[in-house]
């Protein structure tokens, strides 16, 4: 069973660094099932956008971002710890939300529960 645990938010002050961790089990990262893996986030109030996806073997292990995070934010996997990361850096409050890691592994989509992520002085 597919499951990924996401840790590593917490409420840091504009300008400040978080990283965030996605622990998965029930495949492995160089799976060639494994489509894409990715960070989505839902501000308060708003819809759930993408913040950057990383494709799986077969793509290449290829990064893409939106906009509003590229210069800022990298995306990263350990795959002998079967791990996603999401390094933040030059954090501003707009970034708050809840942070979800996704996968996309043969025909399904698997979400993990979220991180809060607050950028508050």
């Known amino acids: 069973q597919v499951q990924l645990v996401e840790s590593g938010g917490g409420l840091v002050q504009p300008g400040g660094s978080l990283r965030l961790s996605c622990a998965a089990s029930?495949?492995?990262?160089?799976?060639?099932?494994?489509?894409?893996m990715g960070w989505y986030r839902q501000p308060p109030g708003k819809l759930r956008e993408l913040v950057a996806t990383?494709?799986?073997?077969?793509?290449?292990?290829?990064?893409n971002y939106a906009d509003s995070v590229k210069g800022r934010f990298t995306i990263s996997r350990d795959n002998a710890k079967n791990t996603l990361y999401l390094q933040m850096n030059s954090l501003k409050p707009e970034d708050t939300a809840v942070y979800y890691c996704?996968?996309?592994?043969?025909?399904?989509?698997?979400w993990g529960q979220g991180t809060q992520v607050t950028v508050s002085s």
């Open positions: 996704n996968v996309r592994y043969g025909l399904s989509t698997y």
């Open positions: 029930g495949f492995t990262f160089s799976s060639y099932r494994v489509n894409v």
């Open positions: 990383m494709s799986g073997v077969s793509g290449g292990g290829s990064a």
